[in-house]
């Protein structure tokens, strides 16, 4: 199993504006991630909230996931290294 995980920061900031965009009514239109480059007031004051949540959530998430090493073979893939030298990476978890 190969458990590719990302830094909580650039995650929580991701997935922030992916909502904020497909949100009826959002700014964005309803499409898929756009750059955002500067939140309003009100969209900072909800990103400080809800990151707040989420970095629990992601937390959670990530060590339950990581509780599989104990019956399966888990290989731990970084999305910022598969980006930054996508081979290397990938060299890196394919000896299972």
């Known amino acids: 199993v190969v458990l590719l995980v990302r830094h909580p ?26 750059a955002v480059t500067q939140l309003t007031p009100a969209e900072k004051t909800g990103f400080q909230g809800w990151s707040k949540c989420m970095a629990c959530r992601w937390l959670q998430y990530t060590t339950a996931h990581l509780q599989l090493s104990r019956v399966l073979p888990l290989k731990l893939l970084l ?13 890196e978890v394919s000896y299972l």
């Open 9 to 34: 920061i650039g995650a929580l900031w991701s997935e922030f504006q992916r909502r904020l965009h497909i949100e009826v009514g959002s700014r964005g239109g309803g499409g898929h991630v756009s």
């Open 79 to 91: 999305f910022e290294r598969l980006t930054s030298d996508p081979i290397a990476a990938i060299r």
